[in-house]
T-cell receptor, first 117, second 114 residues
Framework: AQKITQTQPGMFVQEKEAVTLDCTYDTSDPSYGLFWYKQPSSGEMIFLIYQGSYDQQNATEGRYSLNFQKARKSANLVISASQLGDSAMYFCAMRRIHTGANSKLTFGKGITLSVRP | DVKVTQSSRYLVKRTGEKVFLECVQDMDHENMFWYRQDPGLGLRLIYFSYDVKMKEKGDIPEGYSVSREKKERFSLILESASTNQTSMYLC?????????????FGPGTRLTVL
């Protein structure tokens, strides 16, 4: 079974500063993928970034980067130069990677980020 | 851009009613998913479908059924709505089931059962 843990109850960051959102995971699968989604108050989930367990480098996507530490089973999201529009709930998710149909995403409980002007 | 649409943003129903939540995607995706989202619990998978007329139970299928008669449309059915099914329902689709294929989400339907 897979499990995602997001324990930070709520995060605050000053505009233009960087912030790290924590995510730890548990899985016995050797091959898996990790995802981060953003959910603003409008409700729609927006895909941000993906990291494969065998990727040699940490994923980056614009102001988003993933601090992937495989041995520690953590996949923290780093947002650089925070903007007011980054205020949202953020979800970490994982999925085992194989070609079969039954490859579900398992989500964490989410972290609320508030960016202060 | 992938577009996933849901039939209603807000819905209010009474206990015992049969409720249909509709989801349509326009990118010819094979896979479609229904989640419910509750505070403090994150997203939980109700059902998913990896092909027309194919479906598989997720983590919390009890009290729900689904229908996928056409590739672009995936319906969630509450046969007899109950108050504990008051929640936010999110539909998603993805091109393939595994790998790095992200899921694209609709805007959600906030269902209240009175």
């Amino acid at each position: 079974a897979q499990k995602i843990t997001q324990t930070q109850p709520g995060m605050f960051v000053q505009e233009k500063e960087a912030v790290t959102l924590d995510c730890t995971y548990d899985t016995s699968d050797p091959s898996y993928g990790l995802f981060w989604y953003k959910q603003p108050s409008s409700g729609e989930m927006i895909f941000l970034i993906y990291q494969g367990s065998y990727d040699q480098q940490n994923a980056t996507e614009g102001r988003y980067s993933l601090n992937f530490q495989k041995a520690r089973k953590s996949a923290n999201l780093v947002i650089s130069a925070s903007q007011l529009g980054d205020s949202a709930m953020y979800f970490c998710a994982m999925r085992r990677i194989h070609t079969g149909a039954n490859s579900k995403l398992t989500f964490g409980k989410g972290i609320t980020l508030s960016v202060r002007p | 851009d992938v577009k996933v649409t849901q039939s209603s943003r807000y819905l209010v129903k009474r206990t015992g009613e049969k409720v249909f939540l509709e989801c349509v995607q326009d990118m010819d995706h094979e896979n479609m998913f229904w989640y419910r989202q509750d505070p403090g619990l994150g997203l939980r998978l109700i059902y998913f479908s990896y092909d027309v007329k194919m479906k598989e139970k997720g983590d919390i299928p009890e009290g729900y059924s689904v229908s996928r008669e056409k590739k672009e449309r995936f319906s969630l059915i509450l046969e007899s709505a109950s108050t504990n099914q008051t929640s936010m329902y999110l539909c998603a689709s993805s091109l393939l089931a595994g790998g790095d294929n992200e899921q694209f989400f609709g805007p959600g339907t906030r269902l209240t059962v009175l």
